[in-house]
C-alpha cells in the first residue's frame, strides 16, 4: 500500500508481541519497515532474528537504543549496541544518552560529548550511524541529559552527518518554540536520521514513561512536523513507537491495525 | 536571622495550614515574607488576610496566581486577582499563563501575548507587576505554553520592566543549557520579578504536579541559581516553593521547619 510506504512499526509499540508475530503482522499488513529494541531481539536471538526480518523482506529503520551514558559499563555495552545494529541490518542506533548518574548536568552533558567521540570509530567500521534523540525535559535527570533538538546538533556538529545524526520524536519535541528552526537546520545538515512520532497526552501516568499516545488522541501536530522534515530535506522512514501501558495490555494485532489506522488518519494522510 | 533576610516562604509548601498559622509561624521563625495563593486568601476574607499580613510586619513577595488565558473568563479572572494583589500588597502577580485549550500551540503563545497586553493597563493602574513564569515543558498542554525562559523574556520585551517581569523558578527550568544565558538577559533588563526554589526528584507522581522536592532532595544546584540572579543585579526575595503530597500531610509547624533548614543549608548558605 503506498500510503504506507514511509511507515516502520517500532516494535516497543506492541511491547509484548512476540518478535515474530510483530515481523509477521507487519509484512502483512504491509507495512514496509520495523524499529526493533535490544531487549526482545536478544531474547529471541541476535542471528535468529536477523534471518528472520532478512528472510520476512521488511527493512529495520533503526535499532533502540545505545547510550545510557552514567552507566558504568557503558563503552562495551554500546559497541555491543552497534555490533547488534550491523547485524540486524539497521543502519541507526539511536542513542538514549542517559541522565545525571553521580554527575552534575554540564558534567554530565560534556561526559556524553566525550562518549560519542570514543564510540564513533567502532560505529564507523560497522557502518552504523549514531543519532542523537533529544528527549523530553522530564527524562533529563534519569534518562537523558539531552534536552532539546538544538543542544542534540551541537553534539553531533563535529562529526560528518553520516557518522552521527539526529532522531527527530515528536513525543519529546513538540513543545518547543525553537523545533521548526532545528528540524530546518538539521535537515540542512543531512543529519536527520529518524523520524518517530507519537502523541502527547495528559495526565502523565507515574514514572511519565508509559503515557504516550497514539497519533490523533493528544496535541501533537504530526502534519506539522512531517511537512517540516520534508521541506528540510529528509525523505527516510516515520516510525511510529508509542509507550502505553493501556495500549500494551491489547492483543498485538489490534496495536498493530490501530497504529496504522492513526498513522494514516493522523500523520501521512 | 540575617541567613533568612531573603527568604519567603510560599504558603503552597504547606499547602493545609490555615494562613494564620503561616503567618504566625513565618513570623516566629524569623522568615521575613511569605508568597501568598489566590483560593486560601479567598476561603480566610481578601480584606482580613490583608489586614492579618499587615500587622504581623510580614511582606508578601507575590500573589499566586493569574493567568490560565485559555479559560473563558480570564480577563475578569485576572483584573480581580490583580486587584487582590494589590490590597494584599504584593508587588507580584505570578502568571501561569495556561496551556492549549481549544486552541494550536501557536496560537495559544499569540494569545498569551495579547492577554498580557489586554491585562497590563489595569496592573499599571493597580501597581502590581505582572511576572510570567516559564514552566516545565511537561505542562505546556495543560497549563503554560510558555515553556522556557527564553519565550517569557520575548512575551515580555515589548512592556517596561516594572510592568512585566518574569519568574525564575528552578524547578521549571534546570535542566535548560540556555537558562544561564536567560537569567543573565532577564537580570540585564530588570526583568526578574521573583526567584522561586524547589528541587527536581524522580520518579515523578500521576499528574506530575506534587512531586517537587525541598531544596536538597533532588539534583539542582541552588546555589549556582542564587548566584547567577544575584550576579544579574537581582537582590529580591527567594522564595520557596514546594508542592509535594507528602510534605503536605505533615503538620504546618514540622514544614516550615524542615523548609527553613533546607533553605539554610543548601541555598543560601
Known amino acids: 500500500m503506498r500510503r504506507l510506504a514511509r511507515m516502520s512499526f517500532n516494535q516497543a509499540t506492541a ?7 510483530v515481523i509477521a503482522g507487519c509484512a502483512q499488513a504491509g507495512v514496509p519497515a520495523v524499529g526493533l529494541w535490544r531487549a526482545p531481539v536478544t531474547e529471541y536471538g ?27 559499563d557503558w563503552l562495551t555495552d554500546n559497541r555491543r549496541a552497534i555490533d547488534e ?33 570514543l564510540l564513533l570509530p567502532h560505529a564507523a567500521d560497522a557502518g552504523v550511524r549514531l543519532a542523537i534523540e533529544p528527549m523530553h525535559p522530564m527524562y533529563c535527570s534519569d534518562r537523558s541529559v539531552v534536552s532539546t ?20 520524536d515528536t513525543y519529546h519535541l513538540w513543545w518547543d ?38 497519533p ?6 504530526f502534519r506539522r512536523f512531517l511537512a517540516a522534515v520534508d521541506a528540510a530535506g529528509y525523505t527516510g522512514p516515520v ?7 493501556g495500549l500494551w495490555a491489547r492483543p498485538g494485532p489490534e496495536i498493530l491495525r490501530d497504529t496504522i489506522a492513526a498513522y494514516v488518519d493522523h500523520v501521512n494522510q
Chains 1, 2 share one sequence.
Open 15 to 21: 511491547n509484548n508481541w512476540p518478535l515474530p508475530d
Open 46 to 72: 541476535l542471528a535468529k532474528a536477523a534471518k528472520l526480518v532478512g528472510d520476512s523482506g521488511l527493512s529495520v529503520t533503526s535499532l533502540c537504543r545505545g547510550g545510557f551514558f552514567s552507566h558504568d
Open 85 to 117: 545494529a550491523a547485524i540486524l541490518g539497521a543502519p541507526t542506533l539511536v542513542l538514549v544518552c542517559g541522565g545525571l548518574g553521580p554527575r552534575t548536568l554540564d558534567d554530565a552533558r560534556a561526559h556524553v560529548a566525550r562518549a560519542i567521540e
Open 149 to 168: 533538538l538544538d543542544f542534540a546538533l551541537v553534539l553531533a556538529d563535529p562529526y560528518p552527518a553520516d557518522a552521527v545524526g539526529v532522531v527527530i
Open 177 to 214: 518554540d525553537r523545533v521548526w528552526a532545528g528540524i530546518a537546520a538539521a535537515g540542512a545538515a543531512g543529519r536527520i536520521a529518524c523520524f518517530q512520532v507519537a502523541d502527547w497526552i495528559t495526565p502523565l501516568p507515574e514514572g511519565v514513561l508509559l503515557g504516550r499516545g497514539l
Open 216 to 221: 490523533g488522541t493528544g496535541c501533537v501536530d
Open 239 to 245: 516510525e511510529v513507537e508509542v509507550f502505553n501501558s
